[in-house]
């Protein structure tokens, strides 16, 4: 039974130390396997760098880049004008026993054509404003209004008839729309803003400038 024993335990440390060696076998195996990766591992990295490092490359040739010089004795020197001088205003007649009428003026069809014989007011007229025998305003800058584009293509066209109020100092003070025959409210403001921007030569009654109403006819467009 002794001896029996004795085998058994002999048995069971043969047994034990052939574990333990076959356990240091396999660690030693595993860290030579992982040296031996590492050590290919390198060698690949290697071989790539090598490789990278002797292949031909496309280098960039940057273009000639081509400045085209000014020479500022080419460019020839401008200098900025300022606004045209007003006209001089022309000098007063003395007053006179002939009345004084509006003449016509020749304006581009395409923008207006007053040409209406319409009378200037005197004492009678309706607004009991103006001079007998007197001298009436005569225009200085008249400012024509303007025939807009888009009034012109849907084919508006007519007069436009104002009463002026000049006052003494030769501007206009008053302005009211008579007759409108374009029925275009647009055409209307532009005359009656012309006119507010018009300048004339103040009537005259005893030698005194007085304010005066004169009528003033737009033409737009061909008749």
């Known amino acids: ?14 047994i034990r130390r052939s574990s333990d060696a076959m356990h240091f076998i396999e660690r030693r195996f595993y860290r030579v ?5 590492l050590i290919a591992a390198l060698g690949l990295f290697s071989l790539l760098f090598l490789l990278f490092r002797h292949a031909p490359r496309n ?34 007649p003395m007053p006179t026993e002939d009345e004084f ?17 319409i009378p200037l007011f005197d004492s ?27 009034e012109r293509r849907r084919g508006i066209r007519g007069d436009v008839i104002l009463d002026i109020l000049v006052n003494a100092e030769g501007k206009v003070d008053s302005v009211v729309i008579v007759q409108n025959s374009t029925l275009s409210q647009h055409l209307a403001a532009a005359a009656k803003a012309a006119a507010y921007q018009s300048l004339y030569v103040p009537a005259h009654r005893d030698g005194k400038p007085v ?8 033409r737009f467009g061909k008749q």
């Open 124 to 150: 009678d007229g309706p607004w009991g404003r103006g001079t007998v025998g007197g001298l009436t305003p005569r225009p200085v800058r008249e400012v024509i209004p303007e025939y807009s584009e888009t």
């Open 59 to 92: 280098r960039l040739i940057p273009k000639p880049v081509s400045l085209n010089m000014v020479s500022y004795e080419m460019i020839p020197a401008t200098r900025q004008g300022g606004l045209p001088r007003p006209p001089n205003l022309p000098s007063v």
């Open 101 to 117: 009428t509006l003449e016509d003026e020749t304006i581009d069809e395409t923008a207006l054509d007053p040409d209406m014989d």
């Open 1 to 14: 039974m002794l001896n029996h024993k004795q085998g058994m335990r002999s048995r069971f440390r043969i």
């Open 33 to 37: 396997r992982m040296e031996k990766a």
């Open 211 to 218: 304010s005066f109403w004169i009528r003033r006819p737009f």
